[in-house]
């Protein structure tokens, strides 16, 4: 037989096989049922269990925590979370302080009696409590102590439901009786046909840490689908950033992020399982989306409503998704606070010093069913025998401590009856969240007639910001295409040529720029434009060096951010659509790179865009711009949905519109920003009437006061059928129109399709009385577009005259693949419109 090799297991040799695989092993279910220790992939020779150098390592790295961190790439990296998880161990004078034991059993005893009072009160009503893992309250502690001494005196948040409502309380500072108060359900005329139920709304308070220092905190408002406010605190936490950091310097940018903590705090089972969070996660460190470093925090009750880990994840943690990042993932057992609290410190140093995200798992259970009101033994019947008879955790840690709790529950549970009886008295529902000062010039509710801001610009000033849009700084080599481009602009801008939608877009954004307005504009391929049309930065041809005009507009002007987003809708226009909640002056846009693309954001837009204002009050200028138009690129791009936003509008909450020239498109775009009105604005934008010379515009119309909700036709006398669209049908119809030399048909644009404009279309409509017929004319089949949206109200505004309409048959499909069936079909369209044959 061959002989044995014979390897000495050194101390360093058996401290990095734990380092790298200790967290295979640790005890981490509280219950000690999941998760049981594995063997260590790689271990020849194995671990002398009896050797110091092992107990050592395995105290330190499989025990209660278990460590990922040997994936990281940088040496320092893992360097520096290797000194500190060995130093409490090695050096216990040498680790970070941690918040007392007394007041960990504070927040333990808090955090429990709680609920208990909510279970005794309000028995049967939903809640998601915190019970079996109420360690997060002190965890929450020790991060605003460290975070605070490191900088921090900011932190924006989000978190599912499970523990929202004792998270308010007893970190956000939150009187309890404003918690009872909506469980009363007091003052329901207040929120006829909007609100939300407690736990998804937001809250602001103030947090006193350890050392005496304030930190304010801000718990987002947020919807069932779990994960899907992650991309939008980070937007708003980079919108903070950028309040702070009042110029483009580095260092302010660092200083800037140090202030604002973002935090996330998920669900196991979300975390693994919802696709917007990888998304999300990969923002982390993108030029455009960078924060700083986000807290990612799992309150892992091993179960996902009744779906055990084994059906929610794939792998053995719900963490392994961060994986994807090189950053760390501690997993703590949640019934060891002293743990807990010393991984909730290195967390937020972490976060300080690299400037990177971190991931704890805290791992605990679930006392209750998914909500109070169902019965987990059914699904889980032997872990819910094992928690019927396990002791809460408050009670656990006294005995640990040696300290007798009695009289501190007495207190506690007294002030949350006494907050509770406070509450069945009050009549009126409490706010919880406040609303920044910078919100104070804006508004939301209907749409208020005096808010019409002159749009127009002075042909001198046109003149001006073409100049400067059209110049490139010495030396700077542009690509002959683009120069082309940039010569035909000086034309445009000059009155030598008509405008297209490019230049018009530019000049709007450097109208506002120049002013002060920060703008702010991402998609995928934005910088350029998907369709080769906006090239607002310049690639020098030499060196790759990047150049845009409008960062260079005078000194005084607003922040111009253009950037080429990742290969997401979701998380990108959910990351949009928290900057704008905080960011109201700026000029917020986000781009999809075909308009039904969004559908994969469908959510973001449900949730926030649509209902945010009724559902928590709150407010976004956000405008999204989404191409449209059916040229007979097949089903995939042709239809940005537009029937799916109209389904959405109602009580003045959102802007929809199709901008059909591209003077009308500069006038929406700074209407949007110098309006005091805070709505999203949807906008249907052009592919190939982005250069059509229908839908160019002479610079002199750049002058004009006012965006038109409703273009009329002047051009026809005493027509016997009046043609309404929107968009490049429009267009399509009036070249045909001549063509065909067709004298009895006018063609009236619907620019703004909500909130309706109805006196400016009755108006329009009313200009030709001789007109027997109006039709609604559109590209897309029956069953999408505007048509059942628009046809009630044109029937209630024509008076006797017959309403028809044309369009596509109803189909599954948006469009067809053909080409060929494209210009069939679109041939029949303009045919029955017409009325006449070509």
Same mark, same amino acid.
């Given at each position: ?33 999941? @998760? ?51 130093? $409490? ?85 939150? $009187? ?16 006829l046909g909007g609100g939300d139920v407690k736990y998804h709304i937001g809250a602001t308070g103030d947090f006193i840490t350890a ?5 304010? *905190? ?324 030499e060196n790759e060096t990047r150049f845009s005009p409008l960062w260079n507009l005078g000194p005084k002007q607003g922040r111009w ?7 997401? +809708? ?14 109201? +002056?700026? @000029? ?36 999204? @711009? *989404? ?41 929406? *775009? ?65 070249? +045909? ?23 400016? @279309? ?10 027997? +017929? ?65």
């Amino acid at each position: 037989m061959p002989a044995t090799l014979q390897v000495e297991t050194t101390r360093e040799t058996t401290f990095d096989l734990f380092r790298r695989w200790g967290y295979l092993q640790a005890s981490l279910d509280p219950l000690g049922q999941l @998760l049981p220790p594995t063997p260590f992939p790689i271990a020849d020779p194995a671990p002398d269990e009896d050797s110091p150098d092992t107990k050592e390592a395995r105290r330190i790295y499989a025990s209660s925590v278990g460590a990922e961190f040997m994936h990281i790439p940088s040496a320092e990296k893992r360097a520096w979370i290797q000194q500190r998880l060995e130093a $409490p161990f090695i050096n216990p004078d040498a680790v970070t302080p941690t918040i007392p034991a007394a007041r960990i059993l504070t927040g333990l005893l808090r955090a429990d009696l709680f609920e208990q009072v909510i279970q005794q009160r309000y028995l049967g009503t939903k809640r998601f409590s915190l019970e079996g893992l109420t360690v997060l309250i002190p965890f929450l502690d020790q991060l605003f102590t460290t975070a605070a001494e490191l900088g921090v005196n900011r932190s924006l948040f989000t978190m599912s439901h499970r523990g929202r409502l004792n998270v308010m309380v007893n970190t956000i500072n939150r $009187p309890s009786r404003d918690i009872f108060t909506k469980f009363e359900d007091v003052d329901p005329r207040s929120t006829l046909g909007g609100g939300d139920v407690k736990y998804h709304i937001g809250a602001t308070g103030d947090f006193i840490t350890a050392t005496g220092k304030t930190v304010h *905190l801000h718990l987002a408002s947020n919807p069932s689908h779990l994960e899907a406010a992650d991309p939008v605190i980070m937007g708003r936490a980079r919108a903070y950033q950028e309040r702070l950091a009042k110029n483009r310097s580095k260092e302010n940018f660092l200083e800037a992020r140090r202030q604002v903590l973002p935090m996330i705090i998920h669900g196991d089972a979300a975390f693994a399982g919802q696709g917007i969070w990888a998304e999300s996660l990969n923002l982390a460190t993108l030029h455009g989306y960078n924060i700083g470093g986000t807290v990612q925090v799992i309150v892992n009750n091993l179960l996902g409503f009744t779906a055990l880990p084994g059906e929610s994840n794939s792998s053995r943690f719900a963490s392994d998704l961060a994986k994807r990042l090189p950053i760390p993932i501690f997993h703590v057992n949640a019934e060891d606070p002293q743990a807990v609290v010393r991984i909730a410190a290195l967390a937020a140093e972490y976060r300080q010093t690299f400037h990177s995200d971190v991931v704890v798992d805290l791992i605990g259970y679930r006392r209750h069913g998914h909500s109070e009101v169902d019965d987990p033994t059914v699904t889980q019947p032997l872990r819910y025998a094992k928690i019927k008879d396990h002791p809460p955790l408050y009670q656990l840690y006294a005995k640990q401590i040696g300290v007798d709790p009695a009289e501190e529950i007495a207190f506690s549970q007294g002030k949350f009856l006494e907050e509770q009886k406070a509450a069945t008295a009050a009549n009126r529902k409490p706010k919880l969240f406040d609303i920044r000062d910078y919100w104070n010039p804006y508004y939301g509710g209907p749409l208020r007639a005096d808010d019409d801001p002159r749009t127009g610009l002075d042909l001198a000033e046109i003149a001006s910001l073409t100049n400067a849009l059209t110049t490139p700084p010495e030396g700077f080599h542009v690509h002959p295409k683009v120069q082309k481009l940039l010569e035909q602009r000086v034309e445009m801008g000059t009155g030598k040529k008509p405008l297209d939608y490019g230049m018009a877009e530019l000049l709007a954004y450097a109208s506002l720029l120049k002013v002060g307005t920060p703008v702010r504009l991402s998609g995928q391929d934005t910088q350029r434009g998907t369709f080769n049309q906006r090239h607002s930065v310049l690639i020098d041809i030499e060196n790759e060096t990047r150049f845009s005009p409008l960062w260079n507009l005078g000194p005084k002007q607003g922040r111009w951010s253009v950037y080429n987003s990742m290969l997401s +809708e979701a998380a990108c226009l959910g990351f949009e659509y928290g900057f704008s909640r905080d960011y109201p +002056e700026a @000029l917020v846009l986000w781009e999809a790179q075909f308009g039904d693309f969004a559908n994969g954001a469908q959510i973001i837009i449900d949730q926030f865009l649509s209902a945010g204002e009724a559902k928590w009050g709150l407010l976004s200028g956000l405008v999204m @711009l *989404l191409p449209h138009g059916y040229e007979g690129q097949g089903p995939e791009h042709s239809s940005a949905r537009i029937e799916r936003y109209l389904q959405l509008a109602a009580q003045d909450n959102i802007q929809v519109a199709q901008p059909s020239t591209a003077a009308q498109y500069f006038h929406l *775009l700074r209407r949007q920003s110098l309006r005091k009105w805070r709505k999203p604005l949807i906008v249907f934008t052009p592919k190939s009437m982005l250069r059509h010379p229908d839908a160019m515009s002479p610079v002199a119309d750049l002058t004009l006061d006012h965006f038109q909700n409703v273009l009329p036709d002047n051009s026809v006398t005493n027509p016997h059928r009046l043609l309404v669209c929107t968009g490049k049908i429009g267009h399509n119809l009036r070249v +045909e129109r001549d063509k065909r030399k067709v004298t009895d048909v006018a063609i009236i644009f619907l620019e703004q399709l909500y909130p309706f404009p109805e006196a400016e @279309l009755q108006a329009a409509l009313d200009q030709h009385p001789s007109a027997t +017929e109006i039709v609604w004319v559109q590209e897309e089949p029956a069953n999408m577009g505007a048509l059942s949206f628009v046809i009630p109200q044109l029937r209630r505004l024509a008076g006797d005259r017959a309403v028809l309409s044309v369009k596509r048959t109803a189909a599954a499909s948006p469009a067809t693949g053909s080409a060929k069936a494209h210009a069939l079909e679109e041939k029949t369209l303009i045919d029955l419109a017409l009325g006449h044959e070509s």
